[in-house]
Each structure stands twice: as structure tokens, then as C-alpha cells.
């Protein structure tokens, strides 16, 4: 019988992102805290016989060759290490894509992290995060078992925040708006040569609610103002205190005090027959 691994792939949100410097790479240096979320995708990894990756999915918004990062880690793993067998990659997807939640970073991280165990590698933690770091900014963060965590440079370098204990609950709100990263920098950095975009965010301070805040914003909302509405109505007509995008969007989340309260904000966005809804927690 073939072995098979089945595991969960988490979404993360960032409640605080400030865009620092532009690198030599293109790239941007950054400081952000993630917080890993119950909204999850669910992998199942499977050996076969011949040398081949394969990716099977239920969703048709993920790419099923090379492009996609879950392949991507296998094949890292196999040119690198040598290894002959072949896995059969199955992504059951919950988490939208293009939203700003981490979905693909996660299922990076979590091939990584299945395969590690399913082939008996015994990489190491520090091994496997310089294969995440070669996959991309966030999937560092994953490879971690944190709830929350620090992302410096690209995003990649990560410091666990050990005494941050307390869990939250957010209601989610994604409309049906994929928005591209590399645009919403384009326009950040346009801002800025026009000085549009001065001055520091808050410090990352313990007090979350005094610390959420996002610099892709402004770029996100003036490229794509349905984001902007998302985050109006959870602060005008639910009556939250906080919103916020996390990273580059299109995904919109507040704070709420409880499952209770989360479900019941989602009641009213049933209007919106494209959004995605959901009530989540910390994880």
C-alpha cells in the first residue's frame, strides 16, 4: 500500500505590515506580525511509484504544473536531495486565493514540512526554512508552530512572539477580487517617488488594538475601491472598532469579541452574494 499523509494548511493574516526600503532585488524590506488563523486548506500527500509530482485540486483557481508553490516545494526537495519517488499532491481549498491570507505560501510549508515526515528526511528546521526561503517571503512563517511571529527582511526572517498567549476571533470578509502583489507595490512605490505616502505606522506594540495597521493600504483601496468598502461597511454598518487588509488584500478582517459575535456580523453580509465570509480564530 502507498504511504499517504494527510495534513491541514493555515491562512494567516497580518496584523501589523510596514513597507521599509527597496532592496537590490526588487524586493521590499518589511516588519510585520502574522497570526495564524483556523481557516485552513487540507493536503494529502501521497507516494507513487513513478518520478512524477502531481497536483489534483477541487479548486480551478490554482495552477497545477510548476507555477504552483505546493509543486515547487516538492520538486526542491527531489532535485536537491535526489530522491527518485514521486508524490501525488492533493489540495482540498478553502482558503481564496489571491486574497492576501497566505494560501499558497501555506501549502509550500505544509508539502515541505509532509514530505519532510512522509520520506523520512530528517531535515532539520533550519534546512527546511532555506528551501521555504528559496519558495517565498511568507512561507518561513509556517514553517514555525506559532500562533504569532515577527517577519523581518523580505518576510522570511521570523522571530516567534512566545508570549504573545492570547487568541482572537475575526470575521473574514473576501470579496471576489484577485489582487495582484506585484501591483499594489508598483503603486506604493509611485505614491512614495510622488510623496504621497509619508511617515511611520504605529509601533508594534503588545496592544494589538493599538498596533493594527497595514502600509499597502492606501495603494490597495486607490487601485481597487471595492476593498475600500469592505473595510467601510465592517466599520460603518457592523459597528467594529478595528479593520484591517491583510497583506496586499483583497481580504478585509476585524476584531470581534467572540464566535458569537462574529456569526452574527456575518448574517449581514449575506447580501453580497460574491463575498466570501468567514468567522475565524487564532490557531
Not at 491570507?101 to 509550500?108: D, I, R, Y
Request: hydrophobic residues 40%; aromatic residues 8%; glycine residues 8%.
Amino acid at each position: 500500500m502507498p504511504r499517504i499523509l494527510k495534513v491541514s494548511s493555515y491562512a494567516k493574516l497580518n496584523l501589523y505590515l510596514e513597507i521599509l526600503d527597496k532592496r537590490p532585488d526588487g524586493y521590499h524590506n518589511l516588519r510585520t506580525v502574522f497570526e495564524r488563523i483556523s481557516l485552513s486548506d487540507t493536503i494529502t500527500l501521497k507516494e507513487i511509484g513513478t518520478p512524477e509530482i502531481k497536483i489534483i485540486s477541487d479548486s480551478k483557481e490554482i495552477p497545477r504544473d510548476s507555477r504552483n508553490l505546493a509543486y515547487k516545494a516538492a520538486e526542491i526537495l527531489k532535485e536537491d536531495l535526489g530522491i527518485s519517488k514521486g508524490v501525488e499532491i492533493r489540495i482540498k481549498k478553502i482558503i481564496p486565493v489571491g486574497a492576501g491570507l497566505g494560501g499558497g505560501s501555506s501549502n509550500a510549508a505544509s508539502v515541505l514540512l509532509g514530505l519532510n515526515r512522509l520520506w523520512r528526511l530528517g531535515l532539520s528546521r533550519r534546512r527546511l526554512l532555506g528551501y521555504a526561503a528559496r519558495l517565498g517571503s511568507d512561507v518561513s512563517f509556517f514553517i514555525y508552530d506559532c500562533p504569532y511571529a515577527l517577519g523581518t527582511s523580505r518576510g522570511e526572517k521570523i522571530r516567534p512572539l512566545k508570549s504573545w498567549k492570547k487568541r482572537l476571533w475575526h470575521i473574514l470578509v473576501v470579496p471576489k477580487i484577485n489582487v495582484p502583489t506585484k501591483e499594489i507595490y508598483r503603486e506604493l512605490d509611485r505614491k512614495r517617488a510622488l510623496n504621497l505616502n509619508a511617515g511611520t505606522g504605529p509601533s508594534v506594540y503588545p496592544n494589538i488594538k493599538a498596533m493594527l495597521f497595514n502600509r499597502l493600504e492606501e495603494a490597495a483601496f486607490s487601485k481597487y475601491p471595492q476593498v475600500f468598502r469592505v473595510k467601510k461597511i465592517l466599520l460603518k454598518e457592523a459597528g467594529l472598532e478595528n479593520a484591517l487588509m491583510s497583506g496586499s488584500g483583497s481580504a478585509i478582517f476585524g476584531l470581534v469579541d467572540s464566535r458569537k459575535e462574529g456569526l452574527r456580523i456575518a448574517k449581514g453580509f449575506s447580501r453580497f452574494k460574491d463575498w466570501k465570509v468567514f468567522v475565524v480564530k487564532t490557531k
